[in-house]
């Protein structure tokens, strides 16, 4: 199995950008789809972006698109969130996780770091 462990998260005005990383430990990063998931408070957990093993593939949702980058370095074991032009709907845990059948299915999870955008 993998352990993942994000960083990166914090307070930001409106406009701002911050730059998420996912360290990924155990068995190898890239025998892993990737993905970043978060959930605001009161909400249900909504998949940001992902990103197949090689990288070649990604998937955003509609309202990130053009925004956020998802990307990943497998030599490095580690899979980061470029996120641009945030905004306060933004704000929410964002998770880390990781699977082994589709792009958007996950059986491991990090232990999520807060993002705040302020208006």
């Known amino acids: 199995q993998v352990q993942l462990v994000e960083s990166g998260g914090g307070l930001v005005q409106a406009g701002g950008s911050l730059r998420l990383s996912c360290a990924a430990s155990?068995?190898?990063?890239?025998?892993?789809?990737m993905g970043w998931v978060r959930q605001a408070p009161g909400k249900e957990r909504e998949i940001v972006a992902a990103?197949?093993?090689?990288?070649?593939?990604?998937y955003y949702r509609d309202s990130v698109k053009g925004r956020f980058t998802i990307s990943r370095d497998n030599a490095k074991n580690t899979v980061y969130l470029q996120m641009n032009s945030l905004k306060p709907e933004d704000t929410a845990v964002y998770y880390c996780a990781a699977g082994l059948t589709t792009i958007v299915n996950y059986d491991y999870w990090g232990q999520g770091t807060q993002v705040t955008v302020s208006s």
């Open positions: 155990g068995r190898t990063a890239s025998d892993y789809y």
């Open positions: 990103i197949a093993r090689s990288g070649a593939t990604t």
